[in-house]
């Protein structure tokens, strides 16, 4: 079978693989480090290669950074014995094998991303020096700022620039500046607030929403256990350490798989559910018809 069709996808054990799009290559290749892009894919008889899985060629991009250079030129010197170039290794017709490749999605539109807001200060003082925070809520970031430039004006370089006749400043709603005029190149002081987007790998998004689940299972967990009988009489030290557990979520989840009445009412519960949100659109339909 040959997959060449661009947009084709193959799925090799969970590695989606679209022809056209970006990929990374992994550590377990030559060629690791590199960015390209896969041209076809081939399985069963059409393949070229020996190997267990499918054969994916890839047009790989030369590499940017003279590091990168060289670190290619000198894995590639050191497999053929001789030295070896960058107009010497071939990049445009290369076969990898799934687990030498990591896809990349090409359209940060669709991926997952957060609001970020970093605080960053900066200030010359005959030396240079920078510091950055990040959060992802405005008020605390806002709150950050106005404790730095507070404590630079009890302790910092603005506090000792202020007796300069030639000191000057601006302020804005999220950033301070001051400087020393004719001398901004060494006395300069800035704290301002970036508003930027994280993108977020599929595995981290599905770590940060795990580890939401975990915390509300040990919520409700918590709330039921108050209610019952006895509780008092438990060992404190003893429930304290239990529902601060980390593993106390894992233990929820393996009661709750195991448990068929759970998953049985679970899934007659979605049901009618979804039953109802389909019967409402529905509704709605034939309403405006």
């Not at 445009?92 to 970020?116: G, R």
């Not at 925070?133 to 009890?154: G, H, P």
């Amino acid at each position: 079978m040959i997959i060449n069709k661009q947009g084709a996808k193959y799925d090799a054990d969970g590695k989606i693989f679209v022809v056209g799009e970006p990929i990374y290559v992994t550590d377990d290749s030559d060629y690791k480090g590199l960015f390209g892009i896969v041209t076809e894919i081939r399985d069963g008889k059409d393949k070229e290669t020996d190997n267990d899985t499918v054969d994916i060629y890839c047009t790989l991009d030369e590499p940017v950074l003279p590091f990168d250079k060289e670190q290619l030129e000198g894995r590639f010197s050191q497999l053929y014995g001789n030295k070896i170039t960058l107009e010497n290794i071939a990049l445009d017709y290369v076969i990898l094998s799934p687990d030498m490749l990591t896809p990349v999605k090409s359209d940060e539109e669709n991926t997952d991303k957060i609001e970020l807001y970093i605080v960053q200060e900066e200030y010359f003082d005959d030396e240079f020096g920078v510091n950055n925070y990040y959060f992802t809520d405005y008020i605390l970031a806002k709150q950050k700022l106005n404790e730095i430039v507070a404590e630079d004006f009890r302790n910092g370089c603005v506090k000792d620039w202020q007796e300069y006749k030639e000191f000057k400043f601006e302020s804005g709603k999220d950033y301070y500046e001051a400087w020393i005029d004719g001398r901004h190149c060494e006395k300069h002081y800035t704290a301002q607030i970036f508003h930027e987007f994280l993108c977020l790998s599929k595995d981290t998004f599905e770590t940060i929403g795990e580890a939401y689940i975990n915390e509300c299972l040990r919520a409700v967990f918590i709330d039921r256990t108050a209610r019952l009988d006895g509780l008092d009489a438990l060992d404190e030290g003893d429930y304290e350490k239990l529902i601060n557990s980390n593993e106390l979520p894992n233990i929820i989840k393996g009661k709750l798989v195991n448990d068929n009445s759970f998953f049985q009412k679970f899934c007659e519960v979605f049901s009618n559910v979804s039953f109802e949100i389909v019967k409402e659109i529905g509704v709605v339909e034939n309403e405006k018809k």
